[in-house]
């Protein structure tokens, strides 16, 4: 199996039972040896802990990088670990401005029409109720003095009087309720350039980013594995940078979804780091996830990814971010029988290995342990130096158990 070994001793043996069954059926002699299966796969450090450092999510849009602190930096609380290009803000902070000016004129031109118009309207209604009066106090009602047609001219006038004084009461109310609306309006609209200007001037002040306390500066990739620089966009909230804590690692490694077979919480792992591979390290995974996912948007396979808890993590050499090479030992035996999986049959419940009695083959009943790709332990139906077929044989015989 691919990235797979196991530290076995295995003779292979030309002979067989009878003449014919020597050339054609291959044999192999198990012999008792140190069993070790390792998975070897890549990875990289990370910190278990860490404190993330993420774009500011004041803005709801994406914001352009003007400088960010390079990697692996050692900072101190309160330092300056990235800023953000603000000219965008600065130019929409001036244009709402100038929209807030513009709107304030146009309620001070709106206040003014009103009150001219309040006072023309208060000023003709003052002339009609005069008028008003004076035709109560004159009115013509004496059959003796005037005539008919007069009389009802007068009374004609009186009630004129009084339906224009009511029509101006309506035209200043409906004049005002308007008013009142179109006002409202303009403070609405001001109140929406008022708010957008409180949330560009937010942003212009979180154009800097500190760091919240002493650590190593790590930079975060992205989905595409690229690093943050300056140009590039980053959305509101997007992970940059971490300061993670040194004093407790682990590993991130990725099992290709066909040989992750016996990987499970507790077994050992060596680690050799690209960067010092005259050293390495050993750890314990910690975890494996449940399912397997692609690493890649482009590349269909699939992975498992096993975390490492490192057992040297106050090592001044461990970083984060850092390359490796990682032997998975899901199985570590001093002395056992291994032997190849091709050479192990089974049916329903039975297992068996066709050994080598005499001139003949008989089927064996077997218990097998861990099993790859490739190779099968042999817990129980073998002995050191028994010969098996390493294909099936042309004839054998059956034990009675079977």
């Known amino acids: 199996m691919k990235n797979t070994s196991a530290v076995i001793v295995l003779g292979l043996m030309l002979t067989g039972c009878g003449k014919d069954e020597k050339l054609s059926t291959p044999v192999i002699q198990v012999v008792a040896a140190e069993v070790r299966f390792e998975i070897h796969a890549e990875g990289?450090?990370?910190?278990?802990?860490?404190?993330?450092?993420?774009?500011?999510?004041?803005?709801?849009r994406p914001q352009t990088l003007a400088w960010i602190m390079p990697q692996f930096s050692q900072v101190k609380k309160g330092d300056v670990v990235a800023r953000f290009d603000g000219s965008n803000f600065q130019i929409e902070v001036d244009e709402t401005e100038f929209e807030i000016q513009k709107l304030m004129y146009?309620?001070?031109?709106?206040?003014?029409?009103i009150g001219n118009s309040k006072f023309s309207f208060n000023a003709e209604s003052e002339v009609i109720d005069y008028e008003y009066d004076l035709a109560k106090q004159f009115n013509i009602d004496d059959p003796l003095?005037?005539?008919?047609?007069?009389?009802?001219e007068a009374g004609d006038n009186e009630d004129f009087l009084k339906a224009k004084a009511?029509?101006?009461?309506?035209?200043?109310?409906?004049?005002?309720?308007?008013?009142?609306?179109?006002?409202?309006?303009?403070?609405?609209?001001?109140?929406?350039?008022?708010?957008?200007?409180?949330?560009?001037?937010?942003?212009?002040?979180?154009?800097?980013?500190?760091?919240?306390?002493?650590?190593?500066?790590?930079?975060?990739?992205?989905?595409?594995?690229?690093?943050?620089e300056p140009g590039?966009?980053?959305?509101p909230g997007a992970k940059l940078a971490s300061l993670p804590d040194l004093s407790q690692m682990q590993a991130k490694v990725y099992i290709p979804e066909v040989e992750a077979i016996g990987i499970k919480?507790?077994?050992?792992?060596?680690?050799?780091?690209?960067?010092?591979?005259?050293?390495s390290f050993m750890g314990t995974v910690s975890s494996v996830s449940k399912t397997a996912q692609p690493?890649?948007?482009d590349n269909p396979i699939k992975f498992f990814t096993v975390l490492v808890s490192v057992d040297a993590s106050d090592d001044s050499r461990l970083k984060p971010g850092q390359r490796l090479e990682a032997s998975i030992r899901v199985v570590e035996q001093p002395s056992g029988l291994v032997v190849p999986i091709q050479t192990v049959f089974r049916e329903q419940s039975s297992t068996w290995v066709y050994l080598q009695n005499g001139d003949q083959f008989k089927q064996q009943p077997v218990t097998t342990g861990f099993?790859?790709?490739?190779?099968?332990?042999?817990?129980?139906?073998?002995n050191d130096g028994d010969v098996i077929a390493l294909s099936q044989p042309i004839t054998a015989t059956a034990e009675a158990s079977l």
């Open 44 to 60: 990289e450090l990370q910190a278990v802990k860490s404190t993330a450092i993420t774009a500011p999510s004041v803005s709801r």
């Open 106 to 113: 146009s309620m001070l031109a709106k206040d003014r029409e």
């Open 145 to 152: 003095l005037y005539t008919k047609i007069e009389m009802i």
């Open 166 to 228: 009511d029509h101006i009461d309506k035209v200043e109310v409906n004049f005002v309720e308007k008013s009142q609306t179109e006002i409202a309006v303009l403070e609405s609209s001001k109140q929406v350039q008022v708010s957008k200007l409180e949330l560009n001037n937010t942003s212009l002040s979180a154009l800097e980013m500190v760091a919240p306390h002493d650590g190593l500066f790590v930079l975060e990739p992205s989905w595409d594995g690229s690093l943050p």
């Open 232 to 235: 590039k966009s980053v959305f």
């Open 265 to 279: 919480e507790g077994v050992s792992v060596q680690m050799t780091l690209h960067a010092y591979t005259d050293a």
């Open 295 to 297: 690493k890649e948007r």
């Open 371 to 382: 099993c790859s790709s490739s190779l099968c332990t042999i817990e129980t139906g073998l």
